[in-house]
């Protein structure tokens, strides 16, 4: 285990890489991708393992996708859908249920705290 190293949530790292967590699970449990301490029980990889890995598997790493927080610090549930690569308005209520992402309500439309969509993306929720 490498201490120290830019780590990133199992779900980044399979969206990295094209994949599901699965098959990233099952690589890293392989020795091909090395795992970090967990932070809040989630498991972690090392991004250095995954550049790695895709360079000898051929593979293109892809960029995970990065909120740009807004003025406001809010966004709509559509914005939020596009800005996750979701396909469905009811996937991200179901992200809120969960308690993945911050939402309030105001003028008659729900909306989602732009600082929980950030610590979604990067992990940290």
Known sequence: MIINSKTVPLAEAATMLG???????????HGYLEQSKPENGKIRIIVRSLEKYASQ????????????????????????????GLRTEAAVHKLIQ????????????????????HDYVTGRC
């Open 19 to 29: 994949m599901t967590e699965q098959k990233v699970l099952q690589l890293s449990q």
């Open 57 to 84: 598997s051929g593979i293109a790493l892809q960029e995970t996708p990065t909120p740009v927080v807004a003025h406001s610090g809010k966004f709509t549930i559509g914005e939020t859908m596009t800005k996750l």
């Open 98 to 117: 969960v308690g993945k992402l911050k939402a309030g309500f105001e003028g008659g439309s729900y909306f989602v705290h732009a600082q929980s969509l």
